[in-house]
């Protein structure tokens, strides 16, 4: 809308804010509206504004992105098309490639998830965090020292939830990644639940990263209202404003705002103290858009108190503005005389005594206002309550707009989006498919040359039916016709019929088709990624490698897109993380569930935006870890691979060192399995060497008392035996029967002796080979009755013995299950 007050301020007006230091002059409201007037001058220029152009690309931009563009205005011209009477009519529909390519990239920046990450850094925390590291590595290197102390003293000298790192990189890694405190923790579930209830992993997330890649430019508004409750809304990039800066970030702007739309209701409930019921009809209700559609309510004095009013859900533009200041503040400091206590008070004396001293602070200070730029009414102004304030005491004096926005490769406040980006080869693109169009339309169909001289001449004889031939029809649909080659002077006959083929269309398509291709590799190299990537990646030949490298140069190329939603979000966590310990202090309940004011009150956090890990990341990390099941099954004795995959869609660095941690235990165990197998090896043959060694020693001496044995043995029987021969000779020499009746008992005695052995050794003889006979004739029994059987069923003797072996070794596995 334009403005029908023509400002008369400069940008002296704000050189004089900033040089005066004067606080109660600058809260002043007429002061406030001399600002609000400078803001409204720069954003109601003419059509050479910076505004003016901005919005007019931004429209552009929107327009390309969402597939509306008139191509029948940006096209008829070119093709010749803009006349009165045209003889072709072409469909002016947009190809949605613009579109698409957005499409494609908002949803795969949305796959990125990230979350806010504290961290302490005042003295105390970091003291802390060292004296934890100190513990953990003297836990790491004297774990063996401490276990043989616990044991000794039947005492757990460590907590059971103490973390004892493996070695070194394992350590390095929790230090930087998992050591945190309690308070961090906490502190950290605040700013993410305070992010996530207003939305921001999701619905707008999206609207911020496809306004990073349509117009180039993203912002955010966070404030805490008077419950301590934070909000964060999303700032519509054609409504923000801003003072010029050489930084995407805008570090180095004096003000910020935007442009937003209020209810009638809402101003009323808000600004109702200084502005009367009429002057909000008389001076602010005409410029609502709803007063325009319909019929003009004339003024009642009964809406001064009514409950509900025909026009309180009328919109109005209203100008929300924050400008930043460097104020200064004297103070006078007493010292008094009797019990030298301090006193400070603000102000400049007129007059220093011996026990006073005058100090001049300066103190960054944030003063916002309202302002309805089309009535030239100032609504608010002064100094913004609820000021977002660094929480590192060093830096207290410093504040921070509440306003954050990024606007990536600045250059004159002015940037190059996706869509101005590719415009141009888009434009080739779609002026290509409508000369296709163009083209298809005033295709010739096949056709033919027809000599009606020479079909005149065709005689097809005298018969009736000859008469209704009609030449043209059958030549359309057989493509055959007879003529004579000569008339009845002898004189040659043209062919009547030729067919004509139309080759010119063809060549102008593929011409057409190449200029589209080459367009399309255009659009590529501004694009700096192939858009069909997924495409091509379902193609055999293009291998999950390649894919990688693919999607890595894409996020090279528009990478720098999505970083904007991530800079700029992480300057609103910034400021969330503020508001929240302001909020917690001060007393506000609305966060006191998470933690109390006792565990922040003395902590100084920092605050950052962490990445979560992308799905091609944990789906690397999971197939390296398949790789290694199916390599080494038993790793799964060491590795729980759900817990891999779990640990890393938090932090991936984290789950590569357990995976890597867990492979170590497995190759040591391994390696210590290997050294006990050997040992027991080395163990079992020098066992067996001395067992060998023994058993030689017992086998020689078994040797030697065998062979004592034989001989005593041999000695006794030689002795027998020639006593025995003594004897005989001696029977036989002796005649006369006496000197046997002296000798026969010694020979009682010595006969069995020899005797008995013999006759047992008989016995056992004739025993053995009995029972080696009987066992054959059960054996050859045997073999009949399976050469029988083997005959009954038709098969061979080994056939049957193998099956009867089978029931055999079936049997006791039967009994086994029955058992």
Known sequence: ???????????????????????????????????????????????????????????????????????????????????????????????????????????RWMSQNEKISITAIDSLSVKEKNRQYEEAEYLMNDKENVAALEEAGGVNLVPPDQFIPEDKSELELWASEEQRLPEEILFEEGSNEALESCGWFDVLKEKMLHDSAEVGFVGTYTWMDKDGVIHVDWVKPENALYSFSEYPDFRDTTWRGQVISIKISAIRARWG??????????????????????????????????????????????????????????????????????????????????????????????????????????????IKTNMIRPQDPKEIGNAEFSFS?????????????????????????????????????????????????????????????????????????????????????????????????????????????????????????????????????????????????????????TGYMRNAYVDCMEQTAKKVSCLLKTSVIFGAKAYRHIFKEKDISNKVFSTEIKM????????????????????????????????????????VKKAEVYFRSCMKKMIQSKKDEAQQNSEMNAKAQQESLQAKAQGDMQLEQMKADISMKTKDFDATKTKEIELLKGFMQVVAKDESGQLINTLMPAIQQLVPNITIPLMQENKQMVQGIQEQEKAEGEQAIQQQQIEEEAAKRGISPEELMQQLNQQQSQQPNQNQQAA
């Open 1 to 107: 809308m334009d403005n029908q007050y023509s400002s008369t301020e400069s940008g002296q007006v704000l050189k004089d804010f900033q040089m005066s230091s004067d606080i109660k002059e600058k809260r002043e409201l007429s002061y406030g509206k001399k600002i609000a007037q400078y803001i409204s001058g720069t954003i109601s220029g003419s059509t050479t504004g910076y505004y003016f152009l901005r919005n007019n690309r931004f429209s552009i931009n929107r327009r390309w992105a969402s597939g509306k563009m008139d191509i029948q205005a940006m096209f008829q011209d070119r093709l010749e098309l803009n006349g009165k009477i045209n003889y072709i009519n072409l469909s002016y529909k947009c190809i949605m490639l613009v579109n698409t390519i957005i499409s494609r990239l908002v949803g």
């Open 273 to 382: 103290n200084i502005l009367t019921e009429k002057q909000i009809w008389e001076d602010i209700c005409p410029l609502a858009k709803e007063y325009q559609l319909g019929d003009k309510i004339r003024w009642n004095n009964d809406w001064t108190t009514s409950f509900m009013r025909p026009y309180d859900e009328w919109n109005v533009d209203i100008i929300h503005f924050q400008l930043r200041s460097l104020d200064k503040e004297p103070v006078t400091v007493t010292t008094t005389k009797k019990n030298k206590s301090t006193l400070i008070r603000k102000g400049t004396p007129t007059k220093l005594e011996d026990n006073q001293e005058y100090i001049e602070g300066s103190t960054w200070n944030i003063y916002e206002g309202y302002y309805v730029r089309t009535a030239d009414i100032m609504l608010q102004w002064g």
């Open 405 to 557: 926005f990024y606007m990536y490769q600045n250059q004159d406040m002015r940037n190059l989006a996706l869509p101005e980006k590719i415009e141009a080869p888009v434009e080739m693109m779609i002026g290509t498919c409508l000369k296709m169009q163009q083209t298809i339309a005033k295709m010739r169909p096949t056709g033919a040359a027809i000599n009606w001289d020479a079909l005149q001449e065709i005689d097809f004889g005298l018969g009736d039916d000859n008469k209704t031939i009609n030449t043209k029809k059958l030549f359309d649909q057989t493509g055959d016709i007879y003529y004579r080659g000569r008339d009845a002077e002898g004189n040659p006959i043209p062919i009547p019929i030729t067919e004509l083929s139309n080759t010119g269309f063809l060549g102008q398509m593929q011409g057409l088709v190449q200029q589209y291709e080459f367009q399309y590799q255009v659009l590529k190299n501004e694009l700096g990624e192939d858009p069909n990537l997924i495409s091509q990646a379902a193609t055999p030949r293009v291998t999950s490698s390649n894919i990688q490298v693919s999607r890595q140069e894409a996020e090279f190329a």
């Open 612 to 651: 979560l890990p992308t799905e091609a990341e944990i789906a690397e990390l999971q197939n390296m870890v398949n790789e290694a099941i199916a390599a080494t099954p038993d790793i799964v004795l060491y590795l729980d691979p759900f817990k891999v995959i779990r640990m890393a869609k938090q932090n």
